[in-house]
T-cell receptor, first 114, second 114 residues
Framework: NAGVTQTPKFRVLKTGQSMTLLCAQDMNHEYMYWYRQDPGMGLRLIHYSVGEGTTAKGEVPDGYNVSRLKKQNFLLGLESAAPSQTSVYFC?????????????FGAGTRLSVL | QKEVEQDPGPLSVPEGAIVSLNCTYSNSAFQYFMWYRQYSRKGPELLMYTYSSGNKEDGRFTAQVDKSSKYISLFIRDSQPSDSATYLCAAPMNYGGSQGNLIFGKGTKLSVKP
């Protein structure tokens, strides 16, 4: 039972470097989400996707890009990393029907930008 | 003001105590409410799901919604050290293209001491 898998689990970047975080789900879910979690700020939505080939901005999209080329994968890109992007990133997915608000989360990616 | 507010704690209780975790919300259109549990260095997982007003019980856990006062509560009876985690309340948006997107409280960190 893989569920939602995030890679990598940890990463350290230097300011200005780029990287891509990968989220893969094996539950055939239509909706996928990227969040960041910071102390005192809770979970904040970065971008989300309601289906293959579609993406939309969430609460804090600046500095991030996303792509959903395949239904099972949702990629989060940082083109030029900044220290303010140091955070824990979570991916989540949910089916189109069967309980609005029930999301399944990955284990997270801890990113430090120096 | 965030649409879902939650006291971040931390909250420390002795084993066996009754725990009360609370959130308030400002959007009267919210119809569903969730409690997610997040263990240290893990992703959130759905704990309880309630609709509208009233109580929902699941073992030692009871979720309560008071729509008149816009108050959400989670009670844990006979708390155990294994209940030590961060508890996040959440409500899904129910309008437009953001339907289903979750608004999270900041989370309350609970520690149950043996």
């Amino acid at each position: 039972n893989a569920g939602v898998t995030q890679t990598p689990k940890f990463r350290v970047l230097k300011t200005g470097q780029s990287m891509t975080l990968l989220c893969a789900q094996d539950m055939n879910h239509e909706y996928m989400y990227w969040y960041r979690q910071d102390p005192g700020m809770g979970l904040r939505l970065i971008h989300y996707s309601v289906g293959e080939g579609t993406t939309a901005k969430g609460e804090v999209p600046d500095g991030y890009n996303v792509s959903r080329l395949k239904k099972q994968n949702f990629l989060l890109g940082l083109e030029s990393a900044a220290p303010s992007q140091t955070s824990v990133y979570f991916c989540a997915s949910r089916p189109r029907t069967g309980g609005i608000g029930i999301q399944y989360f990955g284990a997270g990616t801890r990113l430090s930008v120096l | 003001q965030k649409e879902v507010e939650q006291d971040p704690g931390p909250l420390s209780v002795p084993e066996g105590a009754i725990v009360s975790l609370n959130c308030t919300y400002s959007n009267s259109a919210f119809q569903y409410f969730m409690w997610y549990r997040q263990y240290s260095r893990k992703g959130p997982e759905l704990l309880m799901y309630t609709y509208s007003s009233g109580n929902k019980e699941d073992g030692r856990f009871t979720a309560q919604v008071d729509k008149s006062s816009k108050y959400i509560s989670l009670f844990i009876r006979d708390s155990q050290p294994s209940d030590s985690a961060t508890y996040l309340c959440a409500a899904p948006m129910n309008y437009g293209g953001s339907q289903g997107n979750l608004i999270f409280g900041k989370g309350t960190k609970l520690s149950v001491k043996p």
